[in-house]
C-alpha cells in the first residue's frame, strides 16, 4: 500500500507538478510585465515600500517577489493590510490580469500541495526503508 502511495506521489509530481511549475513561471512572468507596467506608478513607492526594498525589487529575479505581492493583493486583499493598508488593485487593472491573478494563484496553490505530496512521500518511502 505505502509503495503504491510513493510511485503515485512520483509520478504525480513528474506529470504534473513540472508542468504546473513551468506554466507558474510564464504566468508570473507575463504578469511581472503587463502588473508592474499598471500598479507600479501607484503602488511601487516610498509609502508602501522602504528605499532599500524599492531598490531590490526593481532587478529581474526579485521582481517576481513584488509581483506575487500584487497578485495576492489582487485576490486576496485583506492579507496584505500591514502592507498596503486601505489601497486597491482591482480598479486599475483588466479583467484579464484579474483572471490570469486568480489562476496564478491556483496554479502555485496546486504546485505547493503536489511539492508537500512528493515530501511525504519521500519521508515514508524512508522509513519504510530504514524500519
Known amino acids: ?5 510513493v510511485y503515485f506521489s512520483g509520478y504525480a509530481f513528474l506529470f504534473y507538478g513540472i508542468p504546473l511549475s513551468i506554466l507558474l513561471v510564464v504566468l ?7 502588473l508592474s507596467r499598471r500598479l507600479d506608478k501607484y503602488l511601487f513607492n516610498e509609502e508602501y515600500f522602504m528605499p532599500q526594498e ?3 525589487f ?11 505581492a ?3 493583493l489582487i485576490t486576496f486583499p485583506n492579507s496584505l493590510r500591514k502592507r498596503f493598508g486601505s489601497a486597491t488593485a482591482r480598479n486599475k487593472i483588466s479583467g484579464l490580469d484579474l483572471f490570469l491573478s486568480y489562476l496564478t494563484m491556483a496554479v502555485l496553490a496546486i504546485s505547493v500541495m503536489l511539492l508537500l505530496n512528493l ?3 519521500g519521508i515514508v518511502n524512508y522509513i519504510r526503508l530504514e524500519f
Not at 500500500?1 to 502511495?5: A, D, I, S
Not at 526593481?58 to 506575487?68: A, C, N, V
Request: net charge neutral.
Open 1 to 5: 500500500m505505502l509503495e503504491e502511495y
Open 28 to 34: 508570473i512572468g507575463l504578469q511581472s510585465w503587463t
Open 119 to 121: 515530501f511525504i512521500a
Open 70 to 72: 500584487y497578485i495576492r
Open 54 to 56: 524599492m531598490a531590490m
Open 58 to 68: 526593481s532587478s529581474f529575479p526579485l521582481s517576481m517577489l513584488k509581483t506575487l
